[in-house]
């Protein structure tokens, strides 16, 4: 990994971070929809990383969060749970060896494979971290609801963001 996509990485977790703890921690829909922006770093993270180093971004990212949300843990649990379904979705779709592109983003992949991508790792870092929050089985309906609100909140504004910052020259 060259020393550019390094700093766009770190600056990427810092804006991510700043927007998600000063601007999104409050804001929720009804309390059941509330969007997580920062997973948007872990999605975004090279494909050459090795598979430790995006252990310990998740559970460094996570535990910031942490520090943050007063949650003991759970976005950490989450934020790993994550980076699981992400090596474990990249590893069956992607052959590493004849591809070039260095990101998983929205231009270099597509939207079809893109959007499925960022479902999969968002309603699993969604479910774990729903599910610790709660961590009672009398509220499960409610929980499960919540859960795909705010995935499909977060969705919604990660698929926004790719958008925003969509560059046509790579497809």
């Known amino acids: ?3 550019r996509l390094i700093l766009i990485n770190i600056l990427r977790w810092f804006i991510l971070l700043f927007v998600q ?6 804001l929720s829909f ?4 509330t969007p997580f922006v920062y997973v948007l770093f ?4 090279p494909f050459g990383i090795p598979n430790i180093l995006l252990y310990l971004l998740a559970f460094g990212t996570g535990l910031t969060l942490d520090a943050f949300y007063d949650t003991l843990g759970v976005h950490t649990a989450a934020c790993v749970a994550l980076v699981f379904v992400r090596i ?7 052959n590493r060896d004849g591809f070039d592109e260095p990101e998983p983003t929205l231009g ?3 939207f079809k494979w893109f ?3 960022a479902l999969l790792c968002i309603f699993a870092h969604h479910l774990v971290f729903f599910l610790l929050e709660a ?18 909140a977060t969705w919604l504004v990660i698929l926004l963001t790719e958008f925003i910052f969509y560059n046509r020259r790579l497809r």
């Not at 703890?21 to 409050?26: G, H, T």
């Not at 474990?88 to 992607?94: A, E, N, R, Y």
């Not at 961590?135 to 499909?152: D, N, Q, V």
């Open 42 to 45: 872990l999605l975004l993270l």
């Open 21 to 26: 703890i000063l601007l999104l921690r409050n």
């Open 88 to 94: 474990l979705f990249i590893s069956v779709t992607v």
């Open 30 to 33: 009804y309390n059941l929809a």
């Open 135 to 152: 961590f009672k089985f009398s509220e499960l309906s409610y929980t499960l609801l919540r859960c795909l609100m705010s995935g499909a």
């Open 108 to 110: 270099n992949m597509g």
């Open 1 to 3: 990994m060259n020393s």
């Open 115 to 117: 959007s499925l991508y």
